[in-house]
């Protein structure tokens, strides 16, 4: 499986947007990039996932390199509930396995 | 829609018991998959399964495991002589074509005494 870097953690303020970066420079052209958070003492949250174009859902964005060998999710307003680990993940196309790494643990301050 | 529902939330066993975890996809998935948080450690794959059919078994431990999700009813994970190294939180996810998102469950947490 391809493999993912992320800062072991970052910190940011309530109601400021949060950029989190992942390195994936070995990437393959059918991996897709998938982001999930857990929250402490909780499973895994889906948050977003893309290709090749950015993508934007009610939780986040993702914003893709045009290389496709980095990629950040924004949080747009940081709250205190999203105060989480962030995984990055790839997936091989026809692979469905999620292989988790150490993520980026956010904290965020009132 | 109900989320992914796993059960029981804790469960205590004593070394050699067995220990059996139940995992219901939310309605309309046909994909569960099976995780394993250790103390302290990262989330590891353990199993990938349609109805009635392991796709991918790469993360089981080679004895002691196994799943199943048959064709009425819950996926069941189960551990068999248990022991400490055991003790982790299980989360079970369900996706509808097992491409993209997967829902995780709120995890068993098995404490080997």
């Known amino acids: 499986d391809a493999k993912t870097t992320q800062p072991n953690s970052m910190e940011s303020n309530e109601e400021e947007p949060v950029h989190l970066p992942c390195n994936h420079s070995t990437i393959s052209g059918t991996d897709y990039i998938h982001w999930y958070r857990q929250l402490p003492s909780q499973g895994p949250e889906y948050v977003i996932h893309g290709l090749t174009s950015n993508v934007n859902n009610r939780m986040a964005s993702l914003a893709i390199a045009e290389d496709r060998k980095s990629s950040t999710l924004i949080l747009h307003r940081a709250t205190l509930r999203d105060a989480a680990v962030y995984y990055c993940?790839?997936?091989?196309?026809?692979?469905?396995?999620?292989?988790f790494g150490k993520g980026t643990k956010l904290t965020v301050n009132p | 829609n109900a989320g992914v529902m796993q059960n029981p939330r804790h469960l205590v066993r004593r070394r050699g018991q067995e220990a059996r975890l139940r995992c219901s996809p939310m309605?309309?998935?046909?994909?569960v998959y099976w995780y394993r948080q250790l103390p302290e450690e990262g989330l590891k794959f353990m199993v990938y399964l349609q109805k009635e059919n392991i796709i991918d078994e790469s993360g089981m431990p080679k004895e002691r495991f196994s799943a199943e999700f048959p064709k009425e009813g819950p996926s069941i994970l189960r551990i068999q002589q248990v022991v400490r190294g055991d003790s982790a939180a299980y989360f079970c996810a369900s996706s509808p074509t097992g491409i993209g998102e997967q829902y995780f469950g709120p995890g068993t947490r098995l404490t080997v005494t």
């Open positions: 309605k309309g998935h046909s994909h």
């Open positions: 993940i790839l997936t091989q196309g026809g692979s469905e396995k999620l292989v």
